[in-house]
């Protein structure tokens, strides 16, 4: 228990560290970043755009430790200022619309990477030599080897443009009204089913390889032969003895993957015009829009933390030796 | 005697590793009757665990059973397939493993891990099997919260407690102890040691007792065999062996221990080093440290030479009276 507080109380301390680089980094550009803002946006902008910039730097008159307090502020009401590219919609608005579809995107291929990964890996390890182990850990290496790029561009070459059995691009086709429905969703797997796939090929590789070799050594443990030797059943001693320990590391990693993939569904997005994070960081660099490239930023960092939190959550629960060392 | 528990046949069993066979096990015989306890001793590496490991089929991936029988029960188990196998293991024939310490599962419960020994070979409503379970670790001298206890919250000598406690769970009629208490404090080791010779005479299971502590083994024992790089040395009952050593390996042994209630050691105070057995020597696989070694030593194996009833010995001269007395 004391543990899981500390453990929050680091994430909170790194989400302040996070909220406070997201406050002074405007500040430290060279010159007067307000003005220089201004300068570029005046013609373009009316009256009302530049205020809420104003408003979203904290850059209102009074001393630095105002300002910081009000930005703080604002943050905590979820008010993260006003987007330039989608002006007048609000930053939270924005991201809130593209966060659903990164989560999804990126949520899925997570969880579908890892445990098709892990699952085969355990596989290739129980069947050792066998044609899982001969054939798959080389397959999606060599795949995982490609640039991911390289992959994806392929795949929507072959299987969406030339077969024309995936659609290129977008969350849902435009002609169907999003809703709770058979079609709505079928729609949306369809579309997901390229971005996800080929994230799960590209990645697959590393969760499969990790636990095949951890599981190896774990099979030659003295308690693996022990529950042989107890005359249990294989399913039971290769999942309850064996997996649940070979896991461990894997559980690990999975919290530092969840940062990376977060990144990593920029590519995605891009290269399928998903509406997501990525694809809205995209529109935000382009478009010089900062308050939406500062919340996106915000956003993924407190995503990942709030993940890698549930992650030692999950860990606390699988491995019983870190609840003692941690009370 | 009564028809054997145990019986194993001219046992060979091989390692296969990437720079040749190592013949771990080379035909060894040994019986063990019903009730008994037979103490197994010999120096590390000489093939103890490899022995207990063949006997219960669960040997490491790189190691072959290459020839020989082992007989339990009447049953030939070297012809049991894994169906049979799993019936058969933990329900008649139970192990302690050398070093219990990594025996445990790390991640789930002491208890968890005696409720799904007792389910894997009985059907058992939940609180029958729960109070068995207490059963056995009152039977060890183990507090009923070790249930619910993980392995990292335990000492070594309880951890061990837990093993046997396994080790009884299905009332089997041989339990395989290897080196039981390596690795604990004497005082542990001897309390273990007494609880599992007063379980033993209650419930009336054989011992097979691997150890390298030749004086802890004939304490304990009733017969004893002495291995020696991978072959049964000497055999004999624990009197036989300890008033006439027969083998020169086991006097050389013996006069390691001045006294039996002294300082227990471990079977290193003879010169020389063990024989590698990726390339034994040739002959007695002794000769090279024996202080009477002949001839016909270096050339030929020595079969097995009944020295007295029930007490045998492989060695060349142990046919006269007695080897060791120059
Ligand atoms: N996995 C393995 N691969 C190759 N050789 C092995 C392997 N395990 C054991 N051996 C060899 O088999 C021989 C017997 O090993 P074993 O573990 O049975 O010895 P032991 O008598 O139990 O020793 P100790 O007293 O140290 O436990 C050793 O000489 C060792 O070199
Ligand atoms: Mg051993």
């Avoid at chain 2, 790390?106 to 409503?125: F, K, N, S």
């Amino acid at each position: 228990m004391l543990y899981l507080l500390k453990r929050l109380g680091f994430y909170l301390i790194a989400a302040f560290a996070a909220l406070t680089l997201n406050f002074f980094l405007p500040r430290l550009m060279p010159g007067d970043p307000a003005t220089a803002l201004f300068a570029r946006f005046r013609g373009r902008l009316g009256p009302e755009a530049l205020e809420a910039l104003r408003e979203t730097f904290g850059l209102t008159e009074g001393p630095l430790i105002t300002q910081y307090f009000t930005y703080l502020a604002h943050v905590f009401r979820g008010d993260l200022g006003i987007s330039i590219a989608y002006f007048p919609a609000p930053v939270s608005e924005v991201i809130g619309n593209g966060l659903v579809w990164t989560v999804f995107i990126a949520g899925s291929s997570l969880v579908l990477s890892f445990a098709l990964g892990t699952l085969l890996g355990i596989a290739a390890a129980w069947w050792r030599r066998g044609w899982i182990d001969t054939w798959l850990p080389a397959t999606f290496t060599l795949l995982g080897a490609f640039p991911y790029f390289w992959l994806a561009m392929v795949a929507l070459y072959l299987l969406g443009f030339t077969l024309g059995w995936f659609p290129l691009g977008h969350a849902y086709g435009d002609d169907i009204s999003p809703g709770w429905n058979a079609t709505f969703i079928g729609d949306l797997f369809r579309h997901a089913a390229l971005p996800i796939g080929t994230v799960v090929l590209g990645t697959m590789g590393g969760w499969l390889l990790s636990m095949r070799n951890t599981m190896i050594g774990v099979l030659g443990s003295d308690f693996v032969n022990l529950a042989r030797a107890k005359g249990l059943s294989p399913a039971r001693v290769v999942l309850r003895y064996a997996a649940r320990n070979a896991l461990l590391p894997s559980v690990t990693g999975f919290g530092m993957a969840l940062g990376f993939v977060l990144g990593g569904s920029l590519l995605t997005e891009v290269v399928f015009s998903y509406p997501g994070q990525g694809y809205l960081f995209v529109q935000a660099v382009r478009n010089q829009d900062y308050p939406l490239m500062q919340g996106v930023f915000l956003v993924i960092t407190l995503a990942v933390l709030a993940a890698n939190w549930c992650v030692d959550l999950l860990y606390l629960w699988l491995d019983p030796r870190t609840r003692d060392t941690a009370s | 005697m009564s028809r054997p528990l145990l019986e194993v046949r001219n046992l060979r069993v091989e390692y296969a590793t990437a720079s040749g066979l190592v013949r771990a096990i080379d035909d060894v015989s040994l019986t063990l009757h019903p009730g008994e306890i037979l103490g197994i001793a010999g120096e590390s590496g000489s093939g103890k665990s490899t022995l207990a490991q063949a006997i219960l089929r669960v040997l490491p991936p790189p190691a072959i059973i290459t020839g020989g029988a082992v007989e339990f029960e009447g049953r030939d188990l070297l012809g049991l397939d894994e169906s049979e196998l799993r019936a058969l293991r933990w329900s008649r024939i139970s192990m302690v493993f050398q070093g219990a310490m990594d025996a445990l599962n790390p991640v789930i419960t002491v208890g968890e891990q005696i409720l799904d020994t007792l389910r894997a070979h009985a059907r058992m409503e939940p609180t029958v099997a729960r109070n068995r379970a207490l059963e056995l670790l009152r039977m060890v001298g183990l507090p009923n919260d070790c249930l619910s206890s993980h392995a990292h919250q335990l000492s070594g000598g309880m951890r061990q407690r837990v093993g046997i406690a396994l080790a009884l769970a299905l009332h089997p009629a041989l339990v395989i102890l290897d080196e039981p208490t390596t690795a604990l404090d004497v005082i542990v080791e001897r309390e273990i040691l007494e609880g599992v010779r007063a379980l033993q005479q209650k419930l009336g299971f054989a011992v097979l007792f691997i150890t390298h502590d030749l004086a802890r083994m004939l304490e304990v024992s009733d017969r004893v065999a002495i291995f020696y790089g991978g072959r049964v040395a000497e055999v004999g009952t624990a009197d036989q062996v300890r008033r006439s050593p027969a083998h020169p390996y086991t006097q050389g042994l013996l006069r390691a221990f001045p006294s039996l209630h002294g300082d227990p050691g471990r079977l290193a105070s003879i010169p020389g080093a063990p024989p590698t057995l990726r390339n034994p020597p040739p002959g007695c696989r002794f000769h090279p440290r024996c202080p009477v070694a002949v001839e016909a030593c270096r050339i030929s194996a020595p079969p097995m030479i009944e020295v007295a009833p029930s007490h045998r010995a492989a060695c060349h001269l142990a046919a006269s009276e007695s080897p060791g007395d120059r």
